[in-house]
């Protein structure tokens, strides 16, 4: 783990701008963050442990635990709010029996939701496994799962 | 120059401000109050509380006044009905998420005798049981808003409270959110420990992953609990004062050389109810640290007091008057020729405590009276200066160092050794100052640093010259002093890369070291006492000395305690002389060469005289085997007199005077009694000019000394002498190289670990420091208890780690309160093996 932690930091430079590209690569190579990863990051990017725990738990993008293989994020954010995105989430986590942050252990399949993903204008928005997926409306929620489901 | 004012016009009324004031400073200046939770003097503003929002004329939206700079011409509205309809409604959002029945409460003055109110909300409810009570500053905002309603129903958020931790509790679930704990945490102590986690809602203040302050590097200085300004933050144990009297009194803590002012609280009964930073300054400014806050509150509370002197006869103890112990000191010391007493102080004493001691030996006989003094810092440093011809110990002014554009710190921990000195040279950081550490120890002012050169223990001289000749190579220019050239050739003698292996640092981080000393000077190069108590400390000074003439930088030798500057003077004036260890005294004693022992303070001793008075605040093993115990006043209850480590004079005066309490007599008058009965006159009154003459007299028979370069090779090990590296480095795996650092944590004989368990917790003098490398591969876990055996006998010590820490190498920081921590003291670095205990 260590080493493969300090071949993402070596590819990045030691400008604290870079800590959250640093997160996110950690997330993609894991699935999750692990806590080393945090305190390796706090000493090559010269910020202090416990401000890199703050901007890790501020984004609700990233994970600190080991979580499930496939995972759905649906985003929040107000452009989605009015299309539906509650009602969206409320699809998703009563097919999965979940609720968003919850894990489905048996499904393989983690919902989360976010508070906006940036991209507005595919509203509703649904990331399934880093795959965006724009103007999801509820009928189609049970063929995602489906589809990821199968695949397993 | 005079300086540019800026006039502006707040309420009507036409005020001036400095530049870079903000609103509510210039406010506040002039007396007007405007709400604010967040805002603090010396924290960087942060507008979270919304309670300041001013209108400025021509300015559509309102503005934090803790944010907004003034400007010239500037017109401020401070209050307006709108402005306090606002505010109020902020506040009652802010509330709804604190309990706020305390604050409106109508019966809230007839609560302590009523009791009508005992659980108002959840935990801890209302103003009964909230130990931040009548200083809360949600009270402060609540009557200057004339709160009667909150809009909204209390939520509770739920949170568990911190309590793993000893001192300091954390409740979540009062806290507003001001983030002045994460500011003074960061950007003024440079801790950083604290940080908001989460998001919206749920952001609550936390540390990394959640951990407890212990296991996050938190060094329990209780700034956090300073700057609260309400019971988020809580001393552990310490109740609202609520109608008590609460007698107060300001000392300087005699703990180590920053010598801070503190302020002792105590409770109508005598209790002493806490100890907390004088902030004349604002809390932002008040220094304290654990040792000083809760070290010293734990031996002062915990500790019982003996009133009077106890006296033993035919092996019966007896507590006796004063006047009855003295006379029988007096007439005992009588019986012994001058020559079998002696007389050893020890510990943090008071400058004129100290004087009055030295006088009285003196008075007594000169030959024997001593200075209990484990480091033998100041010693070594003298008598290197005078064999070199040159003059290291400069007094650097706190106020001078603005000039200073690098700091490098060798063997030095600030942050423990002298905090409040620490904290200055912070704040030069933050204005763009460097820091370099170079430390084969736990240094934990190493995170702070630019570059953090971890050298291999004993091998500081090494990388001092490998960073010299990368000084010299970068920039060719002359250097003006005598023996420049000799310096230059000699420098040929040891190769670069010779240089860089023996030192165990990288080629990288020297070159940046090098690169920072030459582009941000002058350096202060700042050295503590771990640099001379190593068996190369002859050559670590002679490297350091040529480097920072060659970079005409200031030099900085760091006390440990306060007052260790006057011990050259005592030795001039009084003969006193230094004892590094207890061997010397015991032999003499078992010898029978001394006879009487008269010891102020704690002395680790197997041995006893035949007559042995103890004067100490506390009756600690020593003052039970001593046959007249001398009980004084401990610097909770006395007058300060103190130097500190830059030579300036500190001083308080007692005014406490508790109705409840018995004072005891301060350790000079002690002595200056016990001095009358021997027939002897000791002139206090003239003290503070015999310190002002010790400080300011130049260095005796040292006129200047000269500036001009070393020659190293008559001083260093020949080049190609060395043996290279040798253990834990290609020798058995198994042997560490351990460290022996200071231990300033204890007092008149008492460690605060041996008597307080959260002291313990936080700070214990038996722990076996290690990197995690070497303890997963000596096969260790944390917590383990082991016994480090080393060629001088056996410690048991717990097993505890640091990623701070260079692999190979161990650390310790033991009380130097047994004869075999006297001598690893004294070895500075020991090599040990670490056996595992059977469990």
Not at chain 1, 49 to 54: F, L, M, N, S, T
Not at chain 2, 272 to 293: D, K, N, Q, T, Y
Not at chain 2, 324 to 343: D, H, M, Q, T, V
């Amino acid at each position: 783990m260590t080493e493969k932690v300090e071949t993402i930091l070596a590819s990045l430079p030691a400008e604290r701008r870079h800590l959250v590209l640093f997160l996110h690569r950690v997330q993609q190579e894991f699935g999750y963050i692990p806590g080393e990863a945090l305190r390796m990051a706090a000493d090559y990017f010269a910020v202090s442990p416990a401000e890199v725990y703050g901007l890790v738990t501020f984004y609700s993008a990233f994970r600190l635990k080991p979580g499930c293989r496939h995972e759905i994020t649906i985003c929040q954010g107000t452009a989605c709010h009015v299309r539906g995105a509650p009602e969206l989430a409320e699809e998703f986590s009563s097919l999965l029996g979940v609720k968003p942050g919850q894990d489905d252990l048996d499904k393989g399949v983690a919902i989360r939701t976010v508070n906006c993903l940036g991209c507005c204008a595919l509203a509703p928005v649904v990331v399934v496994d880093g795959e965006y997926q724009g103007r999801v409306h509820k009928e189609r929620v049970r063929e995602i799962l489906e589809k990821l489901t199968g695949m397993k | 120059m005079p300086e540019p004012v800026i006039k502006l016009k707040i309420n009507g009324m036409a005020v001036e401000a400095r530049p870079g004031m903000t609103v509510l400073e210039c406010a506040r200046s002039h007396g007007l109050f405007i709400p604010s939770l967040c805002d603090l003097e010396g924290l960087p503003a942060f507008a979270g509380c919304r309670l300041c929002l001013v209108e400025i004329e021509r300015r559509p939206h309102r503005s934090p006044a803790c944010q907004t700079l003034v400007e010239e011409g500037m017109e401020i509205v401070t209050s307006s009905p709108e402005l306090e309809e606002l505010r109020l409604a902020t506040f009652e959002l802010i509330l709804s998420e604190h309990p706020y029945f305390c604050l409106m409460c109508q019966e809230k003055p007839n609560c302590q005798e009523l009791k009508t109110t005992m659980v108002k909300a959840l935990e801890p409810g209302g103003c009964l049981f909230c130990p931040k009570d009548g200083a809360c500053e949600l009270q402060r905002v609540a009557e200057y808003l004339k709160l009667r309603r909150v809009a909204y129903e209390f939520e509770d958020r739920g949170r568990p409270l911190w309590q793993s931790d000893p001192f300091i509790t954390h409740n979540p679930n009062l806290c507003i959110l001001c983030g002045r704990c994460v500011r003074v945490c960061s950007e003024v102590r440079g801790e950083n420990v604290l940080s908001f986690i989460g998001r919206g809602p749920r952001t609550a203040i936390g540390t990394f992953l959640e951990r407890s302050l212990r296991e996050s590097d938190c060094s329990f200085c209780g700034a956090c609990l300073d700057v609260c300004p309400v019971a988020a933050f809580s001393e552990r144990g310490v109740t609202a004062a609520r109608r008590q009297k609460i007698y107060e009194h300001s000392f300087i803590c005699p703990l180590c050389s920053s010598t801070c002012e503190l302020k002792a609280e105590y409770l109508e009964d005598g209790r002493l109810r806490r100890i907390l930073p004088e902030s004349s300054g604002g809390p932002v400014h008040g220094l304290a640290c654990a040792r000083g806050r809760f070290g010293l509150r734990e031996i002062g509370d915990l500790m019982r007091e003996e009133l009077f002197p106890v006296l033993k006869r035919d092996g019966r103890e007896q507590s006796v008057s004063w006047d009855e112990a003295l006379a029988a000191a007096g007439s005992l010391l009588k019986k012994y020729r001058p020559e079998e007493i002696a007389l050893v102080s020890s510990g943090p004493a008071t400058a004129d405590t100290l004087l009055a001691f030295s006088q009285l030996g003196h008075l007594l006989r000169a030959d024997n009276l001593y200075y209990f003094y484990p480091e033998a810092f100041l010693e070594k440093m003298a008598a290197f200066e005078k064999q070199q011809g040159i003059e290291i110990g400069k007094k650097v002014d706190f106020k001078e160092l603005e000039r200073y554009r690098t700091f490098v710190l060798v063997d030095t921990d600030l942050k423990s050794e002298a905090l409040a000195f620490w904290l200055e040279v912070k704040k030069e950081l933050r204005e763009g100052a460097r820091l370099l550490v170079l430390d084969s120890g736990l240094n934990g002012c190493g995170q702070t640093a630019d570059v953090n050169l971890r050298c291999l223990p004993g091998m500081e001289a090494e990388a001092l010259l490998a960073l010299l000749k990368r000084v010299v190579l970068k920039s060719p220019r002359l250097s003006f002093y005598p023996g420049y050239h000799h310096l230059l050739d000699e420098l040929n003698l040891w190769p670069q890369e010779q240089l860089t292996r023996e030192s165990g640092l990288g080629e990288a981080e020297l070159d940046l070291a090098a690169e920072i000393l030459l582009s941000s000077s002058p350096a202060l190069f700042i050295f503590g006492q771990r640099f001379l108590r190593q068996p190369g400390w002859v050559e670590n000074l002679a490297a350091l000395w040529n480097l920072q003439l060659r970079l005409e930088a200031g030099l900085l030798p760091v006390t440990g305690k306060a007052n260790e500057l006057l011990i050259p003077g005592f030795k001039n004036i009084f003969g006193l002389k230094t004892l590094a260890g207890t061997e010397e005294i015991e032999e003499a004693i078992r010898a029978g060469r001394i006879k009487a022992l008269y010891v102020l303070g704690g002395l680790p001793l197997e041995e006893k005289p035949e007559l042995l008075i103890v004067q100490t605040p506390w009756k600690t093993g020593l003052a039970l085997k001593a046959d007249i115990f001398l009980p004084s006043a401990s610097c909770l209850e006395s007058d300060s007199l103190l130097v500190d480590l830059a030579g300036n004079i500190r001083s308080s005066t007692l005014e406490l005077r508790i109705p409840e309490r018995e004072m005891k007599p301060a350790d000079v008058n002690i002595i200056s009694r016990l001095a009358g009965t021997l027939g002897f006159r000791l002139e206090i009154e003239g003290y503070r000019g015999i310190l002002d003459s010790i400080l300011n007299e130049e260095p005796a028979g040292n006129s200047g000394g000269s500036l001009s370069y070393l020659t190293l090779s008559s001083i260093l090990k020949k080049p190609g002498d060395s043996t290279g590296p040798e253990i834990g480095r290609a020798g058995r795996p198994e042997v560490l190289e351990v460290i022996v650092g200071d231990n300033l944590d204890h007092y008149g004989g008492l460690a605060m670990a041996g008597l307080s368990p959260g002291f313990r917790a936080i700070r214990n003098p038996d722990w076996l420091w290690l990197n995690p490398r070497d303890g997963d591969r000596l096969g260790l876990r944390e917590g383990q208890e082991v016994a480090l055996e080393t060629a001088w006998g056996n410690l048991d010590l717990e097993v505890k780690y640091s990623s701070g820490l260079r692999p190979g190498t161990a650390f310790i920081s033991p009380v130097p309160d047994s004869s075999l921590k006297l001598r690893l003291y004294g070895q500075g670095i020991i090599k040990g093996t670490v056996r595992i205990k059977n469990e």
